[in-house]
């Protein structure tokens, strides 16, 4: 059983403050440039959020087969992941904050525990569910984020 992905990225915090126990007060600028990471981070996540509830589908990460709907706007038009992009977001802003280029290991190992353990698990079952749909979405649109699909649009797409 995997762990949740919040769990996943409170254990990359915690390491976090490991990995830099003399962080020293944030100067103005790094708590600037830390909480519009933050900001930005939480927006995405909750963006997609709202959508899926919008849209009627499941927020359940361990069973996305129950997925009833391919979101692919807002949001999920630009990432296939907002959700985890927001999360590792939030852990970058809190290495930021904390000022410890060290703090960034465990952004990344979240990152990589994450696409190798989940999001992969997730794309099966999605590809299952939405077949042609899921797969011409994953073509066009990146799973974290590389600019590719900056203002594009999108569609959600309900299964059949």
Same mark, same amino acid.
């Given at each position: ?16 403050? %490991? ?13 600037? =440039? &830390?909480? #519009? *990471?933050?900001? /930005? @981070? ?34 999920? %038009? ?13 852990? =970058? &802003?809190? #290495? *930021?904050?904390r /000022? @410890? ?8 190992a ?25 797969? %011409? ?12 699909s900056?203002? &594009? ?8």
């Open positions: 059983m995997r762990p949740p992905p919040p769990l996943l990225a409170l254990a990359a915090g915690l390491a976090q403050r %490991a990995l830099s126990p003399g962080a020293t007060r944030p100067s103005a600028p790094r708590t600037v =440039v &830390a909480t #519009a *990471v933050a900001g /930005g @981070s939480v927006g995405l996540a909750a963006s997609s959020a709202r959508a899926f509830r919008r849209h009627g589908t499941t927020l359940e990460p361990f069973d996305p087969s129950q997925a009833t709907v391919l979101v692919t706007t807002g949001v999920n %038009a630009v990432t296939r992941n907002p959700m985890y992009v927001g999360m590792a977001g939030l852990l =970058v &802003a809190h #290495a *930021v904050r /000022g @410890s280029r060290a703090a960034l290991l465990p952004v990344a979240f990152v990589v525990v994450i696409d190798r353990f989940q999001v992969g698990a997730e794309e099966r079952a999605l590809l299952a569910n939405f077949g042609g749909a899921y797969d %011409a979405y994953r073509r066009s649109v990146p799973r974290w984020l590389d600019g590719r900056i203002g &594009a649009g999108g569609r959600a797409l309900r299964r059949s």
